[in-house]
């Protein structure tokens, strides 16, 4: 009974490294998303999809990339991470068919860029 | 665009006793879904109660009741003989319900709740 899962749950990375978080549910849910969550801010969309081959920008898109090309998998890139960076990241996933349903979250990604 | 408020920052109560945590919104549709999520320092999104802007009556789940006034765009958590394992962030959610949308969630800055015991 996974529900979302990420990877990895923490890291630390330099300035200027790259790195990918991986987001898999096992719900066959067409629509998944990608939050960031920073102290008095909640949770603030970077991008999401609505179906495999499909990504569209959130509110604060800038310096990530996404990629769904498996339905059940949603990645986050870092090209160059910059301290602003620093956030614990948040995957969810919901129903196409249940609109009234809420969104699944995982237990989300600690990131500390140095 | 949608915007979620959350007005308390961070409250407190006694155990056993209420606590109502504030929002409110703004948008211009008419359909929509309205929720409050738990957050403990597990750092889990908890869904806790859910309403659906074309019913009038005021969802509840056990202890946790809303107060949803949909003119005044406002819909406020209640909790009810307040439990320790109850202190945690909490969000309010707002999501549109048009149909083919990205049904994706607008969230409050969160209020911060402790309980005393």
């Known amino acids: 009974n996974a529900g979302v899962t990420q990877t990895p749950k923490f890291r630390v990375l330099k300035t200027g490294q790259s790195m990918t978080l991986l987001c898999a549910q096992d719900m066959n849910h067409e629509y998944m998303y990608w939050y960031r969550q920073d102290p008095g801010m909640g949770l603030r969309l970077i991008h999401y999809s609505v179906g495999e081959g499909t990504t569209a920008k959130g509110e604060v898109p800038d310096g990530y990339n996404v990629s769904r090309l498996k339905k059940q998998n949603f990645l986050l890139g870092l090209e160059s991470a910059a301290p602003s960076q620093t956030s614990v990241y948040f995957c969810?996933?919901?129903?196409?068919?249940?609109?009234?349903?809420?969104?699944?979250f995982g237990d989300g990604t600690r990131l500390s860029i140095l | 665009a949608q915007t979620v408020t959350q007005s308390q920052p961070e409250m407190s109560v006694q155990e056993a006793e209420t606590v109502t945590l504030s929002c409110t919104y703004d948008?211009?549709?008419?359909?929509?879904?309205l929720f409050w999520y738990k957050q403990p320092p597990s750092r889990q999104m908890i869904l806790v109660i859910r309403q659906e802007a074309y019913k009038q009556q005021n969802a509840t789940e056990n202890r946790f009741s809303v107060n949803f006034q949909k003119a005044a765009k406002s819909f406020s958590l209640k909790i009810s003989d307040s439990q320790l394992g109850d202190a945690a962030m909490y969000f309010c959610?707002?999501?549109?319900?048009?149909?083919?949308?990205?049904?994706?969630?607008?969230f409050g800055k969160g209020t911060k709740l402790t309980v005393n015991p």
């Open positions: 959610a707002y999501r549109s319900a048009r149909w083919g949308g990205s049904e994706k969630l607008v």
């Open positions: 969810a996933s919901s129903s196409y068919e249940a609109s009234n349903q809420p969104q699944h």
């Open positions: 948008t211009s549709e008419s359909d929509y879904y």
